[in-house]
């Protein structure tokens, strides 16, 4: 008699909690079929609003949950996206040792999620056989982050399985990519500074690889100098990982070497605040003794003190827009590649001053 009472009173309290509920159950609560509601939950077939009004009631009501296991045996979709972020450099990682990527990761999980997908996210190391990865989470997309060429990329590419590259490095122009233009913005933050009347000035990279990000950022150091009638001189580049540490490291090379320094332009904005830390332990005041501009406009820019003058990339939309375009592409498979670069532009916070000139708090 109990075991009877427990069961009835079990089923009651999944009605009411709305566990277990089914195709079945919305059917039935709305006397439509269950084909119906698997059209509407699908979107596959035209269905009068009045019927998806009724159906969307009852699915709230009953607290429904589609079943994605389910879902994926009978339109053999897993609605999963893969985004993979290689590691390009042995023991760095990279996804929580820079801002950057939790900012941009952030964005496609809300795109997808959206859309009605879950992301499957990898940052394997260097050697990693991505090709084996996919086929064992038979993903419907991939989304590539920073890839360079060589084998992670070729991998990749075996698994023919809907691609969007984020900032690529690779020179193809068969897949569909979202970037910047990093010479570009690397050029906008040196003019920054020599505009100010800054001549001494400290460029701050990541490791410089091919034709990779910090080449292309210490290219545009570059040709702002020129365009300026200013020379470049080899000394006054610094390189290290990309990372809080790394910036740390290149503020103490550079005051251990002596060299007369009114500037720093830092390829992202994680060596500007390592190298801020450096500078102050060591007594410099940031702007009124020495001046530094970063690249990446991160969220912790604006709070840190002095907040950190910098190259505004559109983290976040550099996110939606590699959903936006990978969804594209999983229901479109033949549409043509292509390549979306977004703007750049400098954000003035309180990290630069003109040589020699002081801040009201110090005057």
């Not at 900012?103 to 084996?132: Q, V």
């Not at 993903?139 to 590539?144: E, K, Q, T």
């Not at 990372?243 to 390829?267: H, N, R, Y």
Request: proline share 4%.
């Amino acid at each position: 008699m109990r075991l009877i009472f427990l069961y009835i009173l079990v089923k009651r309290l999944n009605k009411i909690m709305g566990k277990d509920a089914t195709i079945m159950d919305i059917a039935k609560e709305t006397g439509v079929s269950a084909a119906t509601v698997s059209y509407v939950l699908n979107g596959k077939k035209s269905i009068s609003s009045k019927t998806k009004e009724k159906i969307f009631a009852a699915i709230k009501k009953l607290n429904y949950v589609p079943n994605i296991n389910a879902r994926s045996l009978t339109t053999k979709d897993s609605l999963l996206i893969g985004v993979f972020i290689p590691q390009t450099e042995p023991g760095n990682n990279l996804m929580f040792e820079n801002a950057f990527y939790g900012e941009i990761l952030s964005a496609i999980e809300y795109e997808a999620r959206i859309n009605g997908y879950h992301l499957f996210i990898s940052g394997a190391g260097i050697g990693e056989d991505y090709l084996s990865l996919t086929r064992k989470r038979s993903l419907d997309g991939i989304i590539a982050i920073g890839v360079y060429p060589g084998k992670v990329f070729q991998e990749i590419e075996k698994s023919s399985i809907p691609l969007v590259l984020v900032d690529s490095y690779c020179g193809d122009n068969s897949h569909s990519v979202i970037r910047i233009d990093d010479s570009y913005g690397s050029c906008l933050a040196a003019k920054y500074l020599l505009e100010k009347g800054h001549r001494d000035i400290a460029f701050f990279s990541g490791r410089i690889r091919g034709s990779g990000v910090m080449q292309k950022r210490l290219a545009g150091f570059k040709q702002a100098l020129k365009e300026c009638g200013q020379p470049f001189r080899g000394t006054y580049v610094f390189s290290q990982n990309v990372d809080f540490e790394g910036g740390v490291v290149l503020a103490q090379k550079m005051l251990d070497s002596g060299i007369p320094v009114t500037a720093v332009a830092a390829a992202a904005d994680v060596l500007a605040i390592g190298a801020i830390k450096t500078f102050s332990a060591a007594g410099l005041r940031v702007p009124d003794d020495i001046s530094i501009i970063g690249f990446d406009d991160l969220r912790i820019t604006r709070y840190i003190s002095p907040g950190l003058t910098t190259v505004h990339q559109p983290i976040s939309l550099k996110g939606k827009k590699a959903v936006e375009l990978l969804m594209e592409h999983i229901k479109n498979p033949g549409l043509p590649k292509r390549v979306e670069i977004l703007p750049l532009s400098v954000v003035e916070r309180d990290s630069v001053r003109a040589p020699g000139k002081k801040s009201r708090r110090h005057v």
